[in-house]
Structures are given as C-alpha cells and as structure tokens.
C-alpha cells in the first residue's frame, strides 16, 4: 500500500506533480538540490490550492489538510529514505538522470517504485542504472500538471507488472487517465505532436496559409485546444527542434526537421520565453 511519495527536482513538473500527490491523500516529500527552486516551487503549490479554494473545488479544510502533507527538503537521503514511490523529475539530460536514479536506489526502501517523468529519454537505459531495473518505468506528465487529464505510463523492458500496476494506482489516485507505451522514442505523445508541429511549418514554408490560418483551421476545423504555433511558442522552438531531431535520428526521414524551424531557432525566435517565436510577444 503506497502511501508517502517522493518527487525528486521542484521545477515547472516537479511542483505540478507533488501537488497532485498532497491533494490524492499522500505525504509527499519535495527534493531539490536547490533551496530557491524548493521555495518556488512550494508557493506555486499553495498558489495551485489557494486557487482551488477560490473556485469552490476545495473546501479551506481540505486545502489546509493537503498542504499539510508537504514537506520539502534539500537532502537527497531524507527525501527518499522513507518512500514508497518516488517520481523523479529532474532535468531532461541522461548523465545527470542516471547518476541521480543510482543515488535514489542506494537511500531508497528496497520495496520502493521508482517513476521517472522523463517526456523523451530511454526508460530503459535509465533502469540500468538500477541494480533492481524491474524497478523503474515512466510516468509522464503534461504540463500543467493540474490541468491535464494524462499521465502515459512508459513500460521499460524491464518493468514489472508490479511496478506498472502501482504507477497506474497512483496515477488515478491522483485523478488522472492512464496510458500504457512500450518505451520507444517520443512514446505516443511528443510523436505525434512533433509531427504535427512540423507539419504546420512546412505548410507555413510552402505557403499553403498564413500562420493564424493554420491556427485557426486546427483550432476550429480539427478541435484542437492551440495551434500547432501558439503551441511551439509556448513549448520554446528549440525544444522542439531537439525533440525532432531525436525522432530524426530514431525513427527516420519523416521525422527531418522543417528548414522553417531551423532558420527560426538560428534567428533566436525561440518564443514566449524570449518575447518572439513564430509570433511576437
Ligand atoms: N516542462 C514540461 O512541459 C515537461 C512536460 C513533461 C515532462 N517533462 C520532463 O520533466 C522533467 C523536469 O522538467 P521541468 O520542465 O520540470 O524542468 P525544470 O528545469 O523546470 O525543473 C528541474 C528541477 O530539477 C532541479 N534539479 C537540478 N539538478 C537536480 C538533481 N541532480 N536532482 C534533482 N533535481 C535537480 C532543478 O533545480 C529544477 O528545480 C524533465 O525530464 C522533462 O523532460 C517536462
């Protein structure tokens, strides 16, 4: 029976995620190795609550009751010594997720799962970090994550069923739909996204219509929440263009990034973040 969880790094996800880990009822523990990361990260948390209560999702009593439950810490050991179920989610680069998941496994509970949020790295080469990969598999969130209803479980070659099980457990838990993707590049998900964003700027590069236009028609023709370019602007074109690139390399020619992008991100359009990507800000 799962009940205090671990999340490893406070950033956009990692604070997304450990609010929704007070709110299903577990006593969560927030790790970052960087004490201005953990303050931030506990004000958007009570910033996440304080809004619930506004809009009458949460009573005061309950709002009062999760934020009870968190406890932040800069010490690695603290934070997963005591953990039924850590979710890592700390910066998207393998040598430091690898060092880190070795390091979760030498203080962690042997009987702990152990989740990572990655949205594009081998599951599977992280759980050989593991002495125990079976251990390991992905639990990817989306951004924001109170917002958005999925979580895509990521079954690594190793994973157990043990392990899928209690990530599917906690997932619901935490209120959110499930699904399950053998590990492979960009899972379901980032796939199908890059391709669709790509899409858009070869459309853009060919002409075919003004960037508003395509907006427009996959908002309205195709009931999609953004166009493909509010979307890049906001994900930032680089991600996107690393992403693709990834998928370039693993899964072949249809995946060759639009020169469009690449000219964008040589031009600094990065978007919202530096106030111009394919709009301006
Ligand atoms: N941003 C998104 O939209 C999104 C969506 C889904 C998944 N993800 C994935 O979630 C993970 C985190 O992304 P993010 O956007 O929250 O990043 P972020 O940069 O906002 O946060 C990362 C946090 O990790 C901390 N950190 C640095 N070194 C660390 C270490 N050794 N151990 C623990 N924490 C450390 C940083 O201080 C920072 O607070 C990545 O794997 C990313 O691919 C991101």
Known sequence: MIKTLSVIGAG???????????VAGYDTTLYDPA???????????????NKGIELGKVTTAEGGKALARLTTTEDLKS??????FIVEAAPERIDLKLRLLAEIEKFAPASAVIASNTSSLSLTEMAAALSSPG?????HFFNPVHKMKLVEIVRALESTPETLHAIDDVAKKMGKETVLVRDSAG???SRVNAMIGNEAF???QEGVASARDIDKALKLGLNHPMGPFELVDLVGLDTRLSVLKFLHKSLGEKY??????????????????????VYEY
Request: hydrophobic letters at 50%; a positive charge.
């Open 256 to 277: 060759r990034p639009c020169p469009l992008l690449v000219q964008h991100v040589k031009a600094g359009r990065l978007g919202r973040k530096v106030g111009k990507g």
């Open 202 to 204: 070869f459309m853009l």
């Open 12 to 22: 956009i996800m990692g604070h997304g995620i450990a609010h929704a880990a007070i």
């Open 187 to 189: 899972f379901v998900t």
């Open 35 to 49: 004490e201005a990361a953990l303050v931030k990260g506990r004000s958007q948390i009570e910033g996440i609550v």
């Open 135 to 139: 251990r390991l598999a992905g639990m």
């Open 79 to 84: 934070a997963v010594g005591g953990a039924d």
